[in-house]
């Protein structure tokens, strides 16, 4: 969804009957923690996200917060951060919610952009990550 259009606030009929979204963590120095997944060979997979954006919480319930509590065993970092940050401006983020797969060097695997399929999107998700560890090897 645009983060300028009412899409991301809008309530999701869906959304209403799910559990809130599980935790995952805030994003704290950018740049130490793309130090601290080079160091242990993990992509960082960081989701952006704007207040009130339903499909944001989507991403989130359905995914990311699976992939956050499993983080060890699925050789990731996981983050949570706001759209707008000053570390961010270099990622020219136009929608969310975005999930960026990250390194040392920067952006490792294409970013997902949206929420188009729930059918699809977990595959999307394993794809990018899988790609971001072979460039961490």
């Known amino acids: 969804c645009d983060w300028s259009s009412d899409v991301c606030s809008s309530d999701l009929s869906q959304s209403s009957s799910r559990q809130a979204p ?3 963590p ?3 120095q950018l740049d130490k923690q793309l130090d601290r997944a080079g160091k242990q060979k993990r992509p960082l997979v960081l989701l952006v ?3 009130g954006c339903g499909w944001c919480d989507l991403v989130k319930q359905d995914y990311l917060q699976h992939l956050a509590r499993d983080q060890d ?13 000053p570390e961010l401006q270099r990622y020219r983020i136009t929608m969310v ?3 960026l797969f990250l390194g040392p060097q920067g952006e490792i695997a ?8 729930r059918d699809f999107y977990g595959a999307y998700l394993n794809e990018r990550i ?3 560890r072979k ?3």
Request: glycine share 12%; hydrophobic share 40%.
């Open 22 to 24: 599980a935790h995952i």
């Open 130 to 132: 899988a790609s971001a």
């Open 135 to 137: 460039k961490l090897v």
């Open 97 to 99: 919610p975005t999930v």
């Open 110 to 117: 294409e970013r997902l952009i949206g929420y188009g399929s």
């Open 73 to 85: 065993k699925e050789g990731v970092l996981v983050f949570e951060t706001i759209q707008g940050g």
């Open 49 to 51: 996200t704007m207040p």
């Open 26 to 28: 805030k994003l704290d």
